[in-house]
């Protein structure tokens, strides 16, 4: 089970960090990563990482602005995201999958999903 927080309503340029805590002892072993889905659009990758946190990817759209981080030791994955956006508005999800990290970039998780958070940005 997985379940977001952090979500909320911010002002253009502003920062929120949203967090995903995973229920089980094998939170260790997936990729873990986050999704996002604007009114009137298709769900879309927003970053992903590693298992051991290692490696980690990013959509273009928040390349430089978001950064992905996990505590394995806590079972939760972050999403820090700074110099926010009105078109960054939108439900995000977090999402964990068996598979390599690269491949939630091209692929929607067959794993876990969170419920979602809503993110909103003014501005």
């Known amino acids: 089970q997985l379940v977001e927080s952090g979500g909320g309503l911010v002002q253009a340029g502003g920062s929120l960090r949203l967090s995903c805590a995973a229920s089980?002892?094998?939170?260790?072993?997936?990729?873990m990563g986050w999704f996002r889905q604007a009114p009137g659009k298709e769900r879309e990758f927003v970053a992903a990482?590693?298992?051991?946190?290692?490696?980690?990817y990013y959509a273009d759209s928040v390349k430089g602005r978001f950064t992905i981080s996990r505590d394995n030791a806590k079972n939760t994955v972050y999403l820090q995201m700074n110099s926010l956006k009105p078109e960054d508005t939108a439900v995000y999800y977090c999402?964990?999958?068996?598979?390599?990290?690269?491949?939630?970039?091209?692929?929607?998780?067959?794993?876990?999903w969170g419920q979602g958070t809503q993110v909103t940005v003014s501005s």
């Open positions: 089980g002892r094998t939170f260790s072993s997936y990729t």
């Open positions: 999402a964990s999958d068996p598979r390599p990290a690269q491949v939630m970039t091209v692929r929607p998780s067959i794993g876990s």
């Open positions: 990482i590693s298992s051991g946190g290692r490696n980690t």
